[in-house]
C-alpha cells in the first residue's frame, strides 16, 4: 500500500460506500492522511505528550523554587559579607532557560517528526532527559554560589525560636 492519493476508482460513484479495487486504499489514504494522529500511531503520540508534559512541568518547578531559592537566599547577601547575587541568579537562570529553551525545540521537534508521520517519544525522552541535565547544572552553579570555601558567597540560615 503506498500513501501517496491513488487514483478514484472507475465507473459510477455510489457516494461514501464506495466499492471497487481502489476504495479500501482510498479510505485509508484519506483517514491516514488528515490527522497528525493515525490509528497505529497512538501509544507514540500519548507518550510522547505525557513526556512533554513532565518536561513542561519541570520546567514550572524549576522556575518557582528557583525564584524562591534566589529570594531567600540573596535576602541577606550584600557587598559587606563578600556576597554577589550574580551566581545566584545565574544558577536559577541556567536551571529555569535551560529548560524552557529546550522544552520549546523538543515541542518543535515533535511536532516536526508528527507531520512527517515519524515516531516521536524518542525526541521527547530525549528532551526531557536534557532538560534534568540542564536543572542539575543550575542547581550546582546556584549551591556553588553558597559555598564559603570559594569565597562567592555566603548563605546563613535563621533559626526559629
Known amino acids: 500500500m503506498t500513501w501517496s492519493n491513488p ?9 461514501p460506500s464506495q466499492s471497487g479495487a481502489g476504495s479500501t486504499e482510498r479510505a485509508e489514504w484519506v483517514r491516514g ?26 520546567t514550572i518547578l524549576t522556575v518557582v523554587i528557583g525564584i524562591i ?5 540573596t535576602a541577606g547577601c550584600d557587598a559587606a559579607t563578600g556576597c554577589s547575587p550574580g551566581r545566584f541568579l545565574g544558577g ?9 529553551v529546550i522544552g520549546v ?11 512527517r508521520r515519524r515516531s516521536s517519544w524518542w525526541i521527547a525522552a530525549l528532551g ?21 570555601t570559594t569565597g562567592a558567597g555566603q548563605v546563613t540560615a ?3 525560636p
Open 69 to 73: 531559592a534566589v529570594a531567600s537566599a
Open 128 to 148: 526531557f532527559v536534557l532538560a534534568i541535565v540542564v536543572v542539575t547544572w543550575g542547581g550546582v552553579v546556584f549551591a556553588q554560589a553558597t559555598d564559603p
Open 158 to 160: 535563621l533559626q526559629l
Open 105 to 115: 525545540a523538543t515541542v518543535v521537534l515533535a511536532i516536526g517528526a508528527w507531520v
Open 7 to 15: 487514483s478514484p476508482p472507475s465507473g459510477p460513484q455510489s457516494g
Open 92 to 100: 536559577a537562570a541556567i536551571a529555569a532557560g535551560g529548560s524552557f
Open 33 to 58: 492522511g488528515t490527522t497528525l494522529f493515525p490509528a497505529g500511531r497512538i501509544a507514540d503520540r500519548v507518550s510522547t505528550v505525557l513526556l512533554l508534559a513532565a518536561g513542561a512541568l519541570l
